[in-house]
């Protein structure tokens, strides 16, 4: 099931826990869907919902949009558990008129509210089933929801080329690195070698200079 699909839509006198109408977009579930409606009216009774207040209860099914009539009508419509408040509530109203439009409605037989509303009431049904026909935001949304799995997808791809590219630069630094130490210790290693030279020249300039001196105080 989809979570937004509209399932059962029903009108009752949660006074009286009864169902004028109602129709279902799953035949095959209605009975367990009327079941369940006559137990959503009795906790509108029992919440002593007012008329235009408003109420969603969750149950096995999906969740309940209720709405008061003026005329003490509860409007009831079972939807996916994600369906968008703002249109089941507006759905409400659209059958609220549908009802109203019958002549003495709240007096004639239920089997003649039935017969009148049995193909408005699957019409809007359909109509509200459908989202990206009657909200513009929603097909904005699911686009921006392609867009961001397209994006994500994107995003993963490039951070997982980021943390190859990254890979690589941390050994490149480290080769780096090795070599500037290699090169630091030659450098040192030469500046050692020049001072030993340097002390070695020193030395040998001493000993030649004795040398000379001694000879010359032999000769002389």
């Not at 209860?57 to 999906?62: H, P």
């Not at 392609?146 to 995003?155: G, R, W």
Request: contains cysteine; proline residues 3%; glycine residues 2%.
């Amino acid at each position: 099931m989809s979570s937004t699909n509209v399932r059962f839509l029903a009108f009752g006198r949660f006074s009286e826990d009864t169902l004028i109408t109602s129709y279902s977009s799953e035949p095959k579930f209605s009975d367990n869907f009327q079941k369940e409606a006559l137990n959503i009216l009795k906790k509108l009774n029992l919440l002593n919902l007012r008329p235009e207040e408003r109420q969603k209860i969750k149950t096995a099914n999906g969740a309940w949009f209720c709405r008061v009539s003026p005329n003490q009508i509860a409007i009831i419509v079972l939807c996916g558990e994600d369906y968008p408040e703002r249109h089941a509530y507006t759905m409400l109203q659209d059958a609220q008129a549908e009802l109203e439009k019958i002549p003495n409605f709240q007096t004639v037989t239920r089997a003649n509210i039935t017969k009148s509303l049995n193909k408005p009431l699957e019409t809007i049904i359909k109509k509200y089933s459908d989202l990206s026909s009657i909200d513009g935001l929603a097909q904005a949304n699911n686009t921006v929801n392609q867009i961001q799995n397209t994006m994500s997808k994107n995003i993963e791809q490039q951070i997982k080329n980021m943390a190859k590219l990254e890979e690589t630069q941390k050994r490149s630094a480290l080769l780096k690195d090795s070599s500037g130490i290699f090169l630091d210790n030659s450098v040192e290693m030469r500046k050692i070698q020049q001072e030993r030279l340097m002390r070695m020249r020193i030395i040998i300039g001493v000993v030649i200079l004795l040398v000379l001196l001694l000879l010359y105080k032999a000769i002389f």
